[in-house]
Every structure is written in C-alpha cells, then in structure tokens.
C-alpha cells in the first residue's frame, strides 16, 4: 500500500522555521515528481514547491523563492520542505504529493498527482 506521511508542522513566530518531512513508502519514486502544496482555509490548495526525484531538479512558488527549499535523501524516500522566514501568510495544511508516472514533470495541477499525505498544519502568528 502506498502512503505518503506528513510531518513537522507546528505553532512559529514570524520569522521563525520549520521543517516538513513526507514519508513514502509503497513504492519507488525515485524516478518521479514529488510536490509540496497548502491550502489556507477559505482558499483553493496551491502548488509551493516541487522536485523531480531523478536529478532533484526544483521548482518554487514566487511566494516562497528564498525563503523556502525543497530536498530528498539519499534513498529519495522522504522529501523535505525546509521553511525559513515564516510570515503569517504561510499559515495553512500543507501537503505532501507524489505523481504516479515515472519521468513525470513538476506540475502546479493539484489533478495530476496520484498520492497525498495526510496533512500537517502550519500556524504563524505576528
């Protein structure tokens, strides 16, 4: 069974870090696009952060370039989210993604990807 694991959220200060972690097993993605989105309430999930697992390739947000970085280990089975210089507009459930395809691409379409983490929830206040 395939499952992909949140974890690392938690209550910051502006300014502070964090880091996510999702665990994947099931599986080998190491030939795959993996992804990070949120979702604050009221509002639509949105992509953050991708990597293709081959080449750890990246791709960001423009919201969150510099602030934000994307890894994988050496066994590409978890994918990291590191998070520096939170600031309350980064409140939300952030999400792991993993798309089923080998070869596949990074991707802002929340559709194309297979697998989801359960969620972590990131609060930052002023």
């Known amino acids: 069974q395939v499952q992909l694991v949140d974890s690392g959220g938690g209550s910051v200060q502006t300014g502070d870090s964090l880091r996510l972690s999702c665990a994947a097993s099931?599986?080998?993605?190491?030939?795959?696009?993996m992804s990070w989105f949120r979702q604050a309430p009221g509002k639509e999930r949105e992509f953050v952060a991708g990597?293709?697992?081959?080449?750890?390739?990246?791709n960001y947000a423009d919201s969150v370039k510099g602030r934000f970085t994307i890894f994988t280990n050496n066994a590409k089975n978890t994918v990291y989210l590191q998070m520096n210089s939170l600031e309350p507009d980064d409140t939300a459930i952030y999400y792991c993604?993993?798309?089923?395809?080998?070869?596949?691409?990074?991707?802002?379409?929340?559709?194309?990807?297979?697998?989801w983490g359960q969620g972590t929830q990131v609060t930052v206040s002023s």
């Open positions: 990597i293709l697992m081959r080449d750890t390739t990246t």
């Open positions: 993604a993993a798309k089923s395809a080998r070869f596949s691409t990074i991707s802002f379409n929340t559709g194309t990807y297979t697998y």
């Open positions: 099931g599986r080998d993605f190491g030939n795959s696009a």
